[in-house]
């Protein structure tokens, strides 16, 4: 008799990285230093603590994930590249205690949407085209960016042209 295993849920931090592209990909890396976060970590324009997506970086930062930054523009995280680990224990608490103060358009159901599936399918064939090439397809609706170097000239060329078909989410 063999035992059937449970379904899984797709894996939070690849959901997480889903949900982060269109800011990744709109704002790149930052070399903020170690421990910084706040107004100096996102870029001093982070908008008022009413601002869901301040209410969500001040939660992610109470939770577990220290550098975690402020928003730029109101609608984009500019995130410390090799400071933040999607996969960390820290990370997967604090998004989970965070889902309900998520902003519009970055909640886990939004990848389920076909129209938001075929968006982020459109933006990776774009991305590839444009100069990425391991540019990966959503899976799950779900991508995982662990390769790719979003400060290279390429990334940021290709980011350019492909940002109309940019998922919603991230702001512009």
């Known amino acids: 008799m063999s035992k059937a295993k449970p379904k899984r849920a797709p894996a939070l931090p690849l959901v997480a990285l889903a949900l982060l592209l269109p800011v990744l990909a709109a704002c790149g890396g930052s070399d903020a230093p170690s421990g910084a976060s706040g107004a100096a970590a996102g870029g001093g324009s982070a908008g008022t603590s009413s601002d869901p997506y301040v209410k969500f970086a001040q939660c992610m930062r109470q939770n577990g994930v220290p550098d975690w930054p402020d928003p730029v523009d109101g609608t984009k995280f500019r995130m410390p590249r090799g400071k933040i680990d999607p996969n960390s224990p820290e990370f997967k608490a604090a998004s989970q205690a965070c889902k309900p103060l998520a902003p519009p358009g970055w909640g886990g159901e939004s990848r389920q949407d076909p129209a938001v599936q075929a968006g982020m399918l459109k933006y990776a064939q774009c991305m590839r085209k444009n100069g990425v090439p391991d540019f990966p397809d959503p899976q799950g609706g779900a991508l995982d960016l662990g390769n790719i170097d979003l400060d290279s000239p390429q990334f940021k060329a290709a980011e350019q042209k492909?940002?109309?078909?940019?998922?919603?989410?991230?702001?512009?």
């Open 162 to 172: 492909c940002q109309s078909l940019r998922p919603a989410g991230g702001g512009g």
